[in-house]
């Protein structure tokens, strides 16, 4: 949760929302605690990988856990490939490379790179991880303390107003900001897959979502803060289309010695982690569909030696890559957000769908989750949801093909 939404997204919906992304960041966190309440039902309900492609399957109908499955993986493979030209743009930044095809390049070298790691047998580090978020929590209240007198000299002048005009096409920004953030938050989906290595998981990851996403929200609506406080929103928005590295330009902005260079460190280190985290779940999830037949079989092949499904990460890793070509982060984080938000709305439909013995919440919280996620999903611009839509039919067309000529398991 701590990656490329923070470093690169909260300028994304700045350009988007104006000062008003602080708002449109609490709006998105609420969204994404009634989301991860559900996945919470749900995964201590059906304790099983494949997140809500399999919760789809077993309490709604195989075509929308196909529809989960298919979001899933196009919603996070536009994720890791905003999380490689985010780590592109940092690290040529602090190098003061500003060319957006050697941005673009570079962006693809470092997927392939990832790709090459995991298909090669690495995992995640709980110590790696550990030190990662130390680092990057540090560096990012370093820029939120240095900031703060900045903004305050002009007494938070930049910063309002805090909800937009309404007759000015006000309400439809501020949601519009709220989609793009609402991707920020997606991590949460971790916790909520840990109910059967936690005690009293029926109380432990409601708390510990609850409490993460209270924490993230602060952190979020701080660099929000530093980044439209120091720079104004309409020149945050701008570094984020310019160079990818709004929070460098915050830091450049700030002349505090040192600051630039942690800022970059962090950056590249988070969203090389992002990354990596991203090309593993996909995998996981391409060799679970792969087994149950939504996918070719040669994905669903482990290599013996290495315990790596090799097909299913190159597969991913080609699709991260390819979309990171775009070279547009505004692009590839918009399309994200419309899919990462359809699938989540087949999260709560599931949630909705669970027995009353299998209920930890009311149903209010889910029905919240999907009223919300279908609204924000179609405040993004139509070229992307249309672009989503036509890509669920494509594989949902495939999929029934597959399956009519019996090659599809």
């Known amino acids: ?43 201590a309900a059906h304790p099983v990988s494949g997140g809500s492609y399999e919760y789809g399957y077993r309490l709604l109908t195989p075509v929308l856990g196909f529809s989960a499955g ?17 780590l592109s743009g940092y690290l040529l930044d602090w190098f003061g490379v500003g060319h957006a095809a050697l941005r673009t390049g570079t962006a693809a070298a470092a997927a392939l790179a990832v790709t090459a790691l995991v298909a090669g047998g690495i995992r995640r580090s709980n110590a790696g991880n550990a030190l990662l978020v130390g680092l990057t929590l540090a560096t990012l209240a370093a820029l939120a303390v240095f900031a703060l007198p900045v903004v305050l000299a002009d007494g938070g002048a930049r ?25 920020a938050f997606t991590g949460y989906g971790r916790i909520a897959t840990l109910g059967e290595e936690v005690r009293d998981p029926r109380h432990v990851i409601p708390r510990a979502i609850v409490v993460t996403m209270g924490v993230v929200s602060l952190l979020y609506l701080a660099v929000a803060t530093a980044g439209v406080g120091v720079l104004g929103a309409d020149a945050f928005a ?21 600051l630039t260079g942690a800022v970059a ?22 060799l679970a569909m792969a087994r149950r037949g939504d996918a070719p079989a040669a994905l ?11 097909a299913a990460v190159w597969a991913c890793g080609a699709l991260v890559t390819a979309i990171a070509l775009v070279g547009e982060v505004r692009a590839t984080w918009s399309f994200s ?13 599931a949630a909705l769908r669970l027995p009353a013995a299998d209920r930890l919440f009311p149903r209010w919280i889910p029905a919240a989750g999907l009223v919300g996620c279908l609204a924000l999903a179609f405040r993004v611009e139509p070229g992307y949801w249309l672009t989503g839509g036509g890509l ?10 597959a399956r009519r000529t019996g090659h599809g398991g």
């Open 1 to 43: 949760m701590v990656g490329t939404g923070v470093f690169v997204s909260v300028a994304i919906a700045a350009g988007v929302a104006g000062p008003a992304v602080l708002t449109a960041t609490a709006l998105a966190a609420l969204l994404a605690a009634a989301n991860g309440l559900s996945s919470a039902q749900l995964a």
């Open 70 to 86: 298919w979001m899933f993986l196009l919603a996070k493979s536009a994720s890791a490939a905003t999380a490689a030209l985010g």
């Open 159 to 183: 910063l309002t107003p805090l909800v937009p005009p309404v007759g000015e096409g006000g309400a439809g920004a501020l949601l519009h900001g709220a989609a793009l953030m609402f991707v």
């Open 238 to 258: 701008a570094s984020a289309r310019g160079t990818a590295a709004p929070l460098e330009a915050v830091a450049r902005a700030l002349e505090v010695p040192l």
């Open 265 to 286: 460190v962090a950056a590249v280190a988070a969203m090389a982690g992002v990354l990596l985290n991203l090309v593993l779940g996909l995998s996981r999830v391409v």
């Open 300 to 310: 669903a092949r482990v290599h013996a030696g290495r315990g790596s499904p090799v």
């Open 337 to 349: 957000a419309f899919t990462v938000l359809v699938y989540y709305a087949i999260t709560n439909l």
């Open 392 to 401: 669920l039919a494509s594989g949902l067309a495939v999929r029934a093909l």
